[in-house]
Nanobody, 123 residues
Framework: VQLQASGGGLVQAGGSLRLSCAAS????????MGWFRQTPGKEREFVAG????????YYADSVKGRFAISRDNAKSTVYLQMNSLKPEDTAVYYC?????????????????WGQGTQVTVSS
């Protein structure tokens, strides 16, 4: 499967962005999808995940209550709605398809990474 992330950009603190990740291939709906982010000099970190059916979601503590992950299996697309953005949310955001159906946070259980989209939050 190939993943194409989009929707990043420059926004002021307190603003919102909606990231999208479109997948090709027929296996999108069978697996968990996740969003990760990475800043220079730091390891890539888990942000949010959604189970294959969309029935379960999980968030990193740092974004809980501000971000919302969703998916549309008919469109093979996963979304990340980001509200109340903070400067510390600045990063390159990656989507990934997991190897399992349920939500997992470990990078090793994800593959088929997208190319990343830059999110910059100014103070």
């Amino acid at each position: 499967v190939q993943l194409q992330a989009s929707g990043g950009g420059l926004v002021q603190a307190g603003g919102s962005l909606r990231l999208s990740c479109a997948a090709s291939g027929r296996t999108f709906s069978s697996y968990v999808m996740g969003w990760f982010r990475q800043t220079p000099g730091k390891e890539r970190e888990f942000v949010a995940g959604i189970s294959w059916s969309g029935g379960s979601t999980y968030y990193a503590d740092s974004v809980k209550g501000r971000f919302a992950i969703s998916r549309d299996n008919a469109k093979s697309t996963v979304y990340l709605q980001m509200n109340s953005l903070k400067p510390e949310d600045t990063a390159v955001y990656y989507c990934a398809r997991g190897k399992v159906r349920g939500v997992v946070t470990t990078q090793d259980l994800y593959h088929s990474w997208g190319q990343g989209t830059q999110v910059t939050v100014s103070s």
